[in-house]
């Protein structure tokens, strides 16, 4: 495996493990009615895909830096329709589960968001480092 994205595949699944520790420290705090039973599949559907997305940008960005534009706005608009699309589902499927799970899947949106584009702001800044040292 590529070392960036096994690097990456750690800090994501450290940032998976804290936050569904956290979650589960809050859920014996806060009352029930805010925690989806879907809570600790969404932590892996989330995982699953960060790092797919991960894995699809960096080997773009490897490829040819001026491709990775396209696929950054590729993968986030395929990101984006399936997130809807599972939104949508799981709220028609389980109405009486419906606002503890959009509730859980927005935070977990955020967290994951901020986590990527960190990332990925990361990347491509040692990768325009190394096509300058390469250029010079």
């Known amino acids: 495996m590529n070392p960036v994205v096994s690097s990456y595949a750690k800090r994501l699944l450290i940032v998976t493990l804290s936050f569904g520790l956290l979650s589960l420290a809050l859920y014996f705090i806060l009352p029930k009615i805010w925690f989806s039973p879907s809570l600790p599949f969404l932590f892996i559907f989330y995982y699953a ?27 986030t608009a395929i990101k984006l329709f399936l997130f809807i699309t599972v939104m949508i589902i799981y709220s028609f499927l389980n109405r009486k589960d419906a606002v503890a799970f959009l509730l859980n899947f927005f935070i977990l949106y955020l967290v994951y968001t901020v986590f990527e584009v960190v ?4 990347l491509t800044k040692s990768s325009s480092a190394v096509e300058k040292r390469n250029d010079g």
């Open 49 to 75: 895909c960060s790092l797919l997305s991960f894995i699809l940008l960096s080997r773009s960005l490897e490829a040819r830096s001026n491709r990775f534009i396209s696929v950054f706005m590729l993968t």
């Open 119 to 122: 990332q990925i702001i990361s």
